[in-house]
Each structure stands twice: as C-alpha cells, then as structure tokens.
C-alpha cells in the first residue's frame, strides 16, 4: 500500500466524508432494521407478533424522515394504512419517495432549529392520525435529528411565538441539546412520550438515527415515545440558570401552570432501536482511513464543550502527532465526534464546526502537512451555507496575508465569510440524515 501523501489531503478528506454519509444513510439503516413476515414484523431482531387484521400507522419526523419513510414503506409493502412524514424545508427527497407513498400517508415541511407553523400543522396531523389506533395496531415512529423543530403540538396557554422565544434564546446563551430538549419535553403534547400516550393502545415500535451523545432515547427528538426523565421544575431551572427565564415571561407561566398540574401517566413501554448513530460513522471514517494508510484511532464520540476552545484541543491533538509522534506517529487519523456548542456575543454568520476548525487553525499553526476538517452530517453548520471548514498549519498565515483574523471572525461569531474568503468551507445544503457533528484531523510524514 502507498503511504499516504500531503498533496492527497483533500481526496482523503471527501473519501472520510463520504463514508460518515453512508454510515448513517437513513434508507439503508432502516431497511437493514425492518422485515415482514407471515404474521410477524422482525425490528432490529426483535420479533413481533403482527395480526392479520392488526394495521400498521407510521410516524417519521426529521431531517432523515423521508429517506426513513421510504425504507418503511417498501420493507412493509403496502401494509402502511395511514402516516404523517414531517421534515425540514429543503429537505431532500427520497429515492422512489412519489411511487412507493400511499394515499393515506400525507407530508409536511416545517422550520428548523425553529418551530413554525408548519410544525404545528404536522402536529395535528398526527394527533388526529393516532386517534384511530386500536389495540391489535401498531405505530411505527421513525425519529431523526430535527424531529424536535418539525413536529410540535402545544399546550393550553402556550403560543408558538412563545415556544420560538425560548428556543431562540437558549441557544444564543449556548444551552446544549439536553438542556433545550429538558424545556422542549416540559412545553409539548407530543415529546416526553406524549406521542406514544396517544398512540394507545396500540403497540409502539420506534427506530432512530441518533444525533445526541451517548444515544439516549429521550433526548433524541425529545423523547415522543419514552418517558421523560425531567419535568417542568427541571425546565424552570434552566430558563433561571441561563438567564432566559427573564425573556419570555409567557413560557415561565406555561411551566409553573404544568408544575401545579396532576402528573402525565408513564407512557406504555415499546420497542426502541437505534439504527444509526455518530459512533458508528466515526467508526467507518477510522476504517477508510485505515484502509488508505493511515494509523487511525476513534478518539472520542463524547466532544462537547465551546466550540472554539474544543478546536483548539482537536488541533493540539494533531499538533502532539506532528511534533511528538502522540499518540502515534504519522500517517495518523484522529477522528472525533459529538456536538459542541456556541455562545453567540456577535452577528455573523458560521456554526460550531467551522468555530471549531477556527480554533483547530490556531492551535495548529506552523505545524506541517497537519490538517483538521469539521463537519455537520445533516450539511448545514448553523447560520451558514456551509457544512463546515477544513483548516492546516498554514491556515492562519493565509489568513493574516489576505488581512483576516481568525480571531476576529471568533469575536464577532463570522466564521462563514472567513473560510470563504479562503476558499476553505467544507460542502453545503441538507444531506438528508443527521449523526450529529465529527471532526477529523489528518497528519502526513
């Protein structure tokens, strides 16, 4: 085998990327998951008895769902009687999406990390969806990254610019996803397994592409179908923590409101399966650079933090290889994913992976044939038309000859315009699936 060359960087880049995508492709995943058989439905190895009479009702919603859909529909072949698909605007369609839907399965585009009214409509469709359930049904909730956003129905008392408010300003002062998903679960009908409790009393069967750290079923979508693990008091401790509980009096009222309340009812257990997830993309990034010839090592699938500070770590990773041979000696692959997270203090455009390869750019200066490439899988990195940035050790001295401060695009969180001006942004525009966000960093002999 070759050695691996600096001037292959990006070729070895797109071959990573590629395999990330493919790792977490929502059709695939959820085709390996699904089988019918005569009188059965075989998920993820479980076997589930499955009456003749018994219908089948589907429920997909995030940015991987139409690809989700599809896989059902065609793994079911035409057992779907009814079901709602809820996805972002822009979302890709699906291979075979317009011949394999069936009359009684209905669509819908809503806003995202935003709720909109979109989301809401999608909402009552599913509501009035799972009002005809029976008891020998089944409900087949497929949940994606995204879920959270596009599928929404609201409590007494509470609007949706109200909900909007809270969201909005929980990620300006930086919440991370379980904390947003803790106030999201406390102000909604569908979250905190208040979609399973209206799927009664039939049977509830979800699959999910993860995109939280560590893969936890009631964060991922906030939790529709499981019971929720906090409550209002826990959401109210956020909102007063961060400082948010000022800015949207309306949400406080809706949450003391939902304290004083009797308690929701444990919904009923289910099947739950993830069927794709950033640990097993991290994976087959570490095993196609293995097979280009790299030493290659899944450092962590756990990355959290500040997105800049945690770049800046990512990079000083890479340097440690390129100056000390640690934690072995090039060709290396370190590969890294999680989600981090931005205070936003200016009014630019970017997102945390190319805050993150910002900081990886400093921590990496000087230092040769290094490189380090952070990426949003869903392809599209915060308020930017970029899924994120591929930075090197000669990053910051191309920056400061063009008259760029990588540490002024920080300040002012304006990261887009920097990488772009570098012609370093990495991809674009909605993949279709969503694992949550992975780093890379490749060193050369």
């Known amino acids: 085998m070759r050695a691996p060359e600096w001037r292959d960087l990006h070729s070895d880049l797109a071959a990573l ?90 669509r819908f585009a809503a806003a995202h990390p935003v709720p909109d009214e979109g989301s809401l ?69 569908l979250k905190g397994g208040g979609l399973a409790r209206l799927a009664r009393p039939g049977r509830v069967v979800t699959l999910a592409l993860s995109d939280v750290l560590g893969d936890r079923p009631e964060t991922i979508g906030s939790g529709p179908t499981v019971a929720s693990p906090t409550g209002p008091g826990d959401a109210l401790r956020i909102l007063e923590r961060t400082g948010v509980a000022t800015e949207v009096p309306e949400v406080v009222s809706a949450l003391a409101a939902a304290s004083a309340s009797a308690a929701e009812t444990t919904p009923p257990a289910g099947v739950f399966h993830v069927v794709a997830s950033n640990r097993q993309s991290a994976q087959a990034m570490a095993e196609v650079a293995a097979e280009r010839g790299f030493r290659a090592l899944v450092m962590t699938t756990f990355l959290q933090g500040e997105a800049r500070e945690v770049g800046r770590a990512v990079g000083g990773c890479a340097a440690s290889v390129a100056a000390h041979g640690i934690p072995f000696a090039a060709p290396a692959c370190l590969v890294f994913g999680g989600e981090t997270t931005v205070t936003v203090r200016g009014d630019g455009r970017g997102g945390r992976n190319q805050e993150l390869a910002l900081g990886a750019a400093l921590a990496l200066s000087g230092f040769e044939h290094a490189a380090v490439l952070a990426f949003a899988t869903d392809g599209v990195d915060g308020r930017s038309d970029a899924a994120g940035a591929v930075v090197t050790g000669e990053t910051s001295l191309r920056a400061a000859s063009l008259g760029l401060s990588p540490h002024r695009a920080l300040a002012e969180n304006d990261s887009e315009p920097f990488f772009r001006a570098l012609g370093c942004s990495w991809g674009g525009g909605p993949t279709g699936t969503n694992v949550n966000d992975l780093a890379v960093a490749l060193v050369y002999p």
């Open 17 to 106: 990327h590629a395999a990330a995508l493919a790792a977490a492709d929502p059709v695939a995943a959820v085709s390996r998951a699904l089988a019918l058989g005569e009188g059965s439905l075989s998920v993820a190895g479980d076997t589930l008895p499955l009456a003749r009479e018994a219908r089948l009702w589907m429920v997909a919603a995030g940015k991987a769902a139409r690809g989700m859909a599809v896989a059902a529909l065609a793994a079911l072949e035409g057992r779907i009687s009814g079901g709602v698909v809820a996805h972002p605007h822009g979302a890709p369609a699906a291979p075979r999406e317009s011949e394999l839907y069936p009359a009684g399965v209905r």
């Open 121 to 189: 409509t999608a909402g009552d469709a599913v509501r009035s969806l799972l009002a005809g359930v029976a008891a020998d049904d089944l409900v087949l909730v497929l949940l994606s990254g995204g879920a959270s956003s596009v599928l929404e129905s609201l409590p007494p008392g509470l609007s949706l610019a109200g909900l909007c408010r809270v969201t909005e300003a929980l990620q300006r002062r930086g919440a991370d996803i379980g904390e947003l998903n803790t106030v999201r679960r406390a102000l909604s009908l």
